[in-house]
């Protein structure tokens, strides 16, 4: 800490590093109540989910199969059966499936079938993850979503209205059900992520703040180390 005389202004300059010298000096006891605040935003969280205040998210899963058919439901030979080129194709295109599975259209089909009020892609979009299966015509499909049924209900619907959206759009291609939508919850679904994060960061800003407070009040050589 420097001072200034100026007339009879007598003004004490701060510097950053005086601010880290503190802090380092005083790190063991911030992090220690930072710790604090950490446990304590878990049980604050937990208080709001026993009570039913906690957003609780649901975790939908499923998987579908996609075949190269045509809009008549054939293959490449026309046949009902597929050969081995016709699996080959249906590997090369799950990218392209996946994209549209995934794209406005496909999703706002999906919320008008199912008549959900006030859902529409952007809401759906950025809770959506698909993922190919080990370059295999298998995608993996998983909706984060705050109604177990809903959240069921719409991976169904998405599957229910992208076959003929693939045949307007890329003139091929149907897909299977695998594994039906099934649902569960995270085992850490009761920590709210933004309260903990508060506390913690409240507890170290707190503690930090009072050391600095207490420099700023008694500014004088305590030790030699100082």
Sequence with gaps: MASENNGKNNEQVIRLDDILYIVM???????GIAVIGFLV????SFAFYV????KIEYYATASIAVTSTN???LFSANSADPNASDIHLAEDITDAVIYVCKSDVTLNAAAERLQLIGVTAEDIKPRLTLSQYEKTQIIEMRLVWDN?????L???AITDVVPNILIETLKIGDVSVVNPPKVKTSSLSFVDVKIVAICTLLGAFVSAGFFLVKYFIHPTFLHSDD
């Excluded at 009570?51 to 906690?54: I, N």
């Excluded at 177990?148 to 069921?152: D, H, I, K, T, V």
């Design 25 to 31: 000096k005083h790190h063991k006891t911030v992090l």
């Design 41 to 44: 935003g878990i049980l604050v």
């Design 51 to 54: 009570k039913g205040l906690a």
């Design 71 to 73: 809009q008549d439901g």
């Design 148 to 152: 177990a049924e809903e959240g069921m």
């Design 154 to 156: 719409i991976l169904n």
